[in-house]
């Protein structure tokens, strides 16, 4: 049996074409690694090939048993309880609307419609990123590129005045996602690499920063973690082209210059300086509010409504407030449990990916999630002087489902393919050994 033979037969019992791909690329160059070993020991070349092949075994089994293992598995656990949480938002959402006083924007029963469509909607967009190839996404990472820096330009460049923030708030939440894609396209290019990647986070900061600084707690979060991440490029390995000693100094040095300038630029806006001051005094109005309505809250629910929330923030921002009023204690610490097990378990599998988009791309979208978390809780229970925060799931609105179902998609999609679309050999010598 010559090689193409071998390699179609083997090929023919591996069901995922993604799988079969790269499996039976990496067989091919063992095969030719081999039997120039051999031809450098002395055998004609026509005898070098066929003892290689041999020694690959039968090729039936061994692709039914590379089959085995290189399959997708679906993420069933992560995924249901993605499913649940869809179904409680939607169910929460609106018995704590129902009970709103009637001067509300909408009708209840359009609300309701509302926020199944952008659930369904979100968690369409989950299951394509779920089944999808997510190396799709470093090849059109320029695209991404150009359609985030058309978002950084100023509102009045495309005539829209409205609230600017709230263009910030998803811009912050996907620039992690795009740094982990153009770090992942440049890892050949060193030095070059990080100079490009560090006057992108730049003009980043600085528009958001001279933009809106209502959003800056999720601004430094997006900064803080494309840090992790040129971190991680560099001590896995996946940043090459200059030595790691020069890649380190230039990695670390810029963002002690620029956590500087984000500090002096931060006390000289007196809104946020005020804020923060009331905040730590313990003045603020939708603390001190906050506070007061948490002494109402009973373990199985109380059933009552926020009477100082506005309306919009109660269904969204401050949605799990609203759950630990009208549902108890209980059910708001479950809720926080189940968010918490979805996005820790990704960062988990993020970190041991052996394709290097899977690591970089599944640590940006699962740490600016456990970032969301995180902050959501603590506005939520009036422990934050910042009130911009969303979670999966829980709050309403079709940008919160549409950017916060991606993130998630993503996540579970690397997690799908984690045995499909690897990018080294250990499996396949394992497997031989």
Known sequence: ??????????????????????????????????????????????????????????????????????????????????????????AMQYLVYTHLTPDTAILSDTYLQRTILYNAIGLGLLLLCIFGNYMYLAKGAWILLAIFLLGLLPPWFFGFYGRQYTLCYYLALVYPLVYALLLYRLRDKGAKAIWFLHGLTLLFLVRMLFGTIITWSTVLAAGCLTLLLLCLAIHRGILTGSSKRTLWLLTVLPYVAAAACFVILFFQNSYMRDRLTEFLKGSNYVQQMLALEQQQMLAFGGGTISSYVDTESLASTYVLHSIFLWFGIVSGILVIVALAVLVLRSLHYALHQSNRLALLAGTAASGILLFELLHFVLTNLGCSPVYTASVPFLSYGFANSVFNSLLVGIMLGIIRNQNVLSETTASLRGLRA
């Open 1 to 90: 049996m010559d090689e193409k033979e071998y390699l179609q037969t083997l090929g023919e019992q591996i069901v995922n074409p993604h799988a079969r791909a790269s499996i039976l690329a990496e067989i091919q160059d063992h095969i030719e690694e081999q039997a120039q070993d051999y031809r450098a020991s002395g055998m004609s070349e026509a005898v070098a090939m066929q003892e290689a092949v041999r020694q690959m075994g039968d090729p039936v089994s061994t692709g039914e048993a590379l089959n085995q293992v290189h399959r997708p598995k679906f993420p069933i656990a992560l995924f249901g309880l993605a499913v649940v949480l869809t179904v409680l938002g939607i």
